[in-house]
Structures are given as structure tokens and as C-alpha cells.
């Protein structure tokens, strides 16, 4: 569950306070913005620059 002024991983479920960390990642699929925590940004780091989806890693 999403609490206000949190932002959530799209992968994991880990929290920040809004906005979140520099650390963190930004996608736009399909039109929805989507916020991935460093871990997972690390873990998936070519399929982000190959712009796949969340959804296909």
C-alpha cells in the first residue's frame, strides 16, 4: 500500500519521500510514470537502456 508523500519501486515495493532520490530511476510506460529504487535499477540496467518495458525484465 502507497502512503502520501511516498513514492514506491515499480519492481520491489521499497519506499522514498516524494521526490525521490537522485538515486533512483524514471520511466514512462505506457503514458504512467514508473520509479525503480538503485537495487533494481542496478539489477535491470540493460534492459532500462534498451527501453523493454518493466513489464518483459
Avoid at 2 to 31: D, H, I, K, N
Amino acid at each position: 500500500m502507497r502512503s502520501p508523500g511516498l513514492v514506491a519501486c515499480g519492481r520491489c515495493g521499497a519506499q522514498a519521500a516524494q521526490p525521490p532520490p537522485v538515486t533512483w530511476t524514471c520511466s514512462v510506460e505506457r503514458g504512467a510514470r514508473r520509479y525503480f529504487c538503485e537495487a533494481c535499477a542496478r539489477d535491470n540496467l540493460r534492459a532500462i537502456e534498451g527501453r523493454l518495458d518493466s513489464d518483459w525484465w
